[in-house]
């Protein structure tokens, strides 16, 4: 009997606000433990969380371009279970009325296009960080409540994710549009963005749905597609072998790249979920809704299509220059400046984009600054610097945060096209080559290359090769 | 519906609360009466009624995403039964999931 996977998503992603979710404590990353802590995001007795604002907008961004509908009266609820990385021993959280709900997310594979239901987008708090350890056979964890209370997106699919290339497509385009929203750095290895990967398997072609196994804490793209891969794998010999799935949790081991059943009791979940008292509900007014729906960005696909049409890039340049709102901002940007798209996104697509790859970093990160690609290829339109020399121009340019124009003075790297400058040393090379010299005279006319490359080196790679050709003509038919 | 003794050691379970046999006899009662007592409110016709989560008539109290002053780590940590120089220390305890 042939399977087919239904696998479903829970996405986790912390939003970009400057304070928490219900107080005033800073959400950067990297402090030392408990140093963004109060009363509130502590779980003290007797305290009042209020919401931030900006948290509400951010999701309502994301459930808008979810293409969901939006509940317009919501409330929090406590979702109360007991464990130490929550402080008050409930998460306040939503769960009758999310903020959004039933929308979809587009993706493309091998050409051909699908809508992925999403079920649910709602806004919830984070939870504090643990450690486990042991020291003389004590069993111990040790807390850091920097993270507790920062606010969360949770966007859940529906069941509707049939292959890994599927899911592989809907992260990276999901990823993508919240990059574009701006409402998340999505920085997988510092826990912005995090998995939950639901799989299930029934005969191809039911309907039916499957008994289903969760696999938490996932944390790459890459883990994700391990993990369900696997499995999907265990599922099928079991049913092979005429066995019975068990609904469970289940963690990755990346190193045996299984899923491992995780050390839980077996209880089952609940929640006791109820409203939460202390926040009044809150009513999404047409005019709020309507001034959030004005201020979303051109969505990536828009924006690929957009740059065909009024710049004249191939798709496929296209689609890597769009690929993320930082690189699409940066060829904008640099566009507006010097009005040569083509150039512009050949050395984006090439140098700068291999220099980021050397670094492992992205267009988010890079260092660069559309300004400074812009005055280098004025330079290099003006003849100031020859084509080899704006290679290393660039690269310093990347490491040293410097404009093109300093660079170019400091290090000496005008070109040569004054041709007083460049007669002796065509001459030079002339005659330190006598060989290729009768192979010209014998009208061998590739040799003409290979003095040009002679006078370049000699250069440095700042003689203007025009130039040099014309001279390198003139000289050796005179002789 | 009734709740049973093992509803009441259930509940107590989940936040936490150890109870002994007069108290379980106790809260099984109470817990039933104030059951009986939703049965009987179940009587009241609703159907034109919205559904009220809060009882105070506010909505939409927010703030503004502004950073405040965090507590210092020394106060924070103060009052911790167990912690080392910059986390809370408790057992560890396996996920109920």
């Known amino acids: 009997m042939e399977f087919e996977p239904v696998i479903g998503l829970e996405v986790h992603a912390e939003l970009l606000t400057k304070s928490k979710m219900f107080c005033g404590c800073p959400t950067k990353f990297g402090a030392p433990p408990n140093t963004q802590t109060c009363p509130v995001c502590l779980g003290f007795p007797g305290v009042l969380p209020v919401v931030n604002k900006k948290a509400i907008e951010y999701v309502l961004k994301v459930a808008i371009a979810l293409n969901c509908r939006i509940n317009r009266h919501t409330i929090f609820e406590r979702k109360n279970y007991y464990y130490p990385d929550l402080p008050k021993a409930y998460q306040i959280s939503q769960k009758r009325l999310p903020l959004g709900y039933d929308g979809w997310l587009e993706i493309e594979v091998d050409g051909e296009i699908r809508h992925i239901g999403i079920a649910d987008v709602h806004i919830e708090e984070d939870t504090g960080k643990l450690i486990h350890g042991e020291e003389g056979g004590f069993e111990f964890s040790l807390i850091d409540y920097n993270r507790s209370g920062i606010p969360l997106v949770e966007i859940v699919t529906k069941p509707e994710i049939r292959s890994l290339k599927e899911l592989e497509e809907f992260m990276v385009a999901l990823r993508q549009l919240l990059l574009y929203l701006e409402v998340s750095d999505c920085k997988m290895e510092q826990g912005s963005l995090r998995f939950e990967a639901s799989v299930s398997l029934r005969p191809k072609g039911s309907s039916e749905l499957g008994t289903r196994v969760e696999i938490k804490n996932l944390n790459s793209f890459k883990a994700v597609l391990g993990a369900v891969e696997a499995e999907i794998k265990r599922q099928q010999q079991l049913l092979m072998r005429g066995e019975k799935i068990q609904q469970q949790t289940m963690l990755w081991n990346e190193k045996l790249r299984i899923t491992e059943p995780m050390r839980t009791k077996e209880t089952a979940h609940d929640y006791r979920y109820f409203p939460e008292p202390d926040i009044p509900p809150i009513v999404i007014t047409d005019e709020w809704l309507e001034n959030v729906g004005k201020n979303l960005p051109e969505f990536p696909k828009q924006r690929m299509q957009r740059f065909v049409e009024q710049y004249g890039l191939p798709i496929q340049d296209a689609k890597l220059l769009t690929a993320s709102k930082a690189s699409a901002d940066f060829f904008e940007r640099c566009v507006s400046m010097l009005q040569q798209p083509k150039t512009v996104a050949n050395w984006m697509l090439t140098e700068i984009q291999s220099l980021l790859h050397d670094d492992q970093i992205g267009w988010e990160d890079c260092p660069l600054k559309p300004e400074q690609l812009a005055g280098m290829l004025k330079l290099l339109n003006d003849g100031v610097i020859s084509g080899r020399i704006a290679k290393s121009v660039l690269e310093e340019m990347y490491r040293t945060g410097k404009d093109a124009q300093t660079i170019v003075n400091e290090m000496g790297l005008v070109q040569i096209t004054d041709e007083a400058q460049l007669r002796p040393i065509v001459d030079r090379v002339i005659a330190e080559n006598p060989d290729a010299v009768e192979k010209f005279r014998k009208g061998d006319e590739k040799v003409l290359g290979f003095f040009v490359g002679q006078v370049m080196r000699a250069t440095k790679g700042r003689a203007n090769p025009q130039i040099v050709n014309k001279l390198v003509r003139e000289l050796l038919k005179g002789r | ?97």
């Open chain 2, 1 to 97: 519906m009734r709740l049973s003794r093992e509803d009441v050691l259930h509940v107590a379970w989940l936040a936490r609360l150890e109870l002994d046999d007069a108290e379980v006899e106790r809260f099984t009662w109470e817990l039933n009466q104030i059951l009986e007592h939703m049965e009987k409110l179940k009587e009241l016709d609703v159907t034109d009624v919205e559904p009220t989560s809060h009882v105070i008539p506010i909505t939409n109290v927010f703030r503004e995403d502004e950073v405040e002053k965090p507590l210092p780590r020394e106060e924070v940590l103060a009052n911790a039964p167990d912690a080392t120089e910059d986390a809370f220390r408790v057992p560890r305890i396996v996920e109920e999931s």
